[in-house]
């Protein structure tokens, strides 16, 4: 058994949001009706957008390529499902900025006209691989082929993950499952119900990157989930080409931002990240447990990314969820699927309530790596005060799990001392929100630093 | 945050989503549930005095409070700003010096200090979180040098064993006969850990003080390092001095009991505003504090030394923040 202790590994600072995994967390994953039309952003991931290779009016099988990846760090987007390309449109997404979008009418395509051939219309699948046997480049072509991109919040190009320069040193593969973020139950799903494919795939990738060691971390309010992974990462129950990889599960403190890469990876190997610095820079190598699945399934089952796997929760929607959706959904259909809102609705967010983006737009679609819609009531968001003074009381430094001391930093960002806040450290901040959940005066801390980041960012780039 | 467009609303305009940037959602504490926790947690601290002192000692107080909610109201309506009575600060500030009083002190007298700790100890500044110095302490440092006698006149404990005389201890020990040991003029430890002794009306009892700050140490509110360390400094310096001259110097745990040493450590060492930011910061601060107290009371002039050593202490604050900027996590040591 897996027990909770109250020891279990974590890192300093942090705070506890009640984390209403409840709502969801008992619910399985269930497949969403296709929507009418799927919008589908040539940018769903982070680096250079993609670029279109069909065009308006064009029937497309399931999978089909639509659009190319860029040189560098991009990502190719298929199509989740068959139809037709009914535009190439500007439109909002979720991310609260406007971009190219390819429209897709899912439906049979249309009646081959005298004389043509029969088209092919069954859905575009790639060979399946043998895992045991794949050789590294070919995870990779594979993964950048099935337009997989980072599960975990960033969208980050999964097969640029993959392929470290040669002179990285990595040692150990950690296998993010800590889902932090308060309401989402998604990867607590995916652990509870594909334990074995999870450790099978995080075995996979711990081959490509040439490690023989896994770090499976879970937070200890999700206990079922690590006692399911322990017992498919017993050995009897694995493949033999799994033999010489260590597949350890570990039960971490349920605190946020456990689920940072920095917060984990030092709770994992007591290994900090520098500032600046990649995770790779202390032999580590970081998935998330929906990246490490996506990975298996288009390697050993020739998929491809068509599907968001996400949490429908919040008091303020009918009836929560666990949906697994067509890349492209609008979110207004999903939230429609889910029974609607209910009149107390105070915000409506595509992530987590701690990172996640408030929505104007419900026709913005779900993206590859959207985790969660959420609906909240007035009740659910805390206190309501006007942002006052800040009192100084240091709990925004208390907490903030990189050191930092973000009432300084929001005001050295305030009054445009933009250069002071760069040798502050003020690039550091992830944006994980702590500071902001803790300050008793509601001062926007996570506002001023974004915007103290900004400015840091192009005095580097002057002085370069 | 702003309304959002009506292409959000599904619900018929019934609901008005809203939009901001994240986190979206907030702890519990508040500023405000904050400065009322402190006022609560003093509770226990006012009902001690006013059991050693009987009920008309309220009055001092109650004048005191008056005295800084009017202040802050009229200064704010005068400044056209807002009405923040109901955040907690001004009737804290008026509480905590209300506390540290003579309990026979004149109201007026009070009231006035009331008036001074919002004026020139917050407002002159810029109102809330702007202070440099402990507002209440600004307002006893004026009153101890605009009345000398009323400040240091005190009133008899009627639950102590001797219920006439009105000297507080630590005056028994400054100005104590030549020849005459600081042991034997020191009441027991268990009248000064009770509060059944001669002070001010919320500091005497330690009980008390223990109960409402540890509730705030628990909570979170005031943060256990500033304390401890106070406590420390104040140990260590006294215990120090102790061990080198039993007969002349009083030991450590009179120097924890004694005055407004507690009452100092948790309530005033502890403000939000006029302390330190960081954990090394906060702890730097207490010991600063609790050794400056134990100087000034054997060394100086006075008997009792908390209210200067935690308004010197203020002053070091942007110093020590300075000084004190934690590394960054993964940075190079």
Redesign the interface.
Known sequence: MVRLRLRDRSFRGG?H?RDEKALTRDLPLQDMPDPDVLLLPLQQHLGRPSVPAVKKGEWVREGQLLAEAQDGISAVVRAPRAGTITALQSGGTASGFPGRMIALKPGPPPPAADGEEARETAPVTLPALDPGAVAPADVVARTRAAGIVGQGGAAFPTAVKLAPPQDAKLDVLIVNGCECE?YLTRDYRLMIERPAELVEGSALLARTLGVARVVIGVENNKLDAAEALRSAAAAPRRAAWTAGIAVEVLPLRTKYPQGAE?MLIEAATRR????G?LPMAVGAAIQNVGTVLAVRDAVVDGRVQTNAVLTVSGR?IRRPANLRVAVGTPI?DV??HCG??????????V?G???????????APVVKACSGIL??TRE????S?EP????????C??AC?????P??LSRLAERQRFEEARD??IE?CM?C??C???????V?L??WL?LGKQEARKLGRRAS | MSAAPAALDQTGGRATPTLATSPHLHGWWTTPRMMWAVVAALVPSLAAGLAFFGWQAAGVPLAAVAGSAAAEAAINRWRKLPFTLGDGSAVLTGLLLGLILPPSLPLWMAGLGGIVSIGLGKAVFGGLGMNIFNPALVGRAFMQAAFPVSMTTWAANRLAADAVSAATPLALVKFREPGLGAVEVAPPIRDLFLGTIPGCLGETSALAILIGGGALLLLKVANWRTPLAMAAGAALFGGALWACNPAQYPHPLFHLLSGGFLFGALFMATDLVTTPITGRGMAIFGFGAGFLTVLIRLFGGLPEGVMYSILIMNAAVPLINRWMRPRIFGAAR
């Open positions: 705070v949001p308060p920095k900090r990240v520098p500032p610095g303020a207004a939230i429609a609607g809102l209910t009149d107390e609705v105070a915000r409506i967010i992530g309530p701690m990172m996640g983006v408030a929505q104007h737009d419900l026709a609906a909240l659910e968001l805390g206190p005060l006052g003074n800040c009192v100084r009381c240091g709990r430094a208390e799990p990189l050191n930092l001391v009432s300084r502050s450290g550091v944006e929100g702590t902001a959940f803790t300050c008793p005066s509601h926007p996570v506002q974004r």
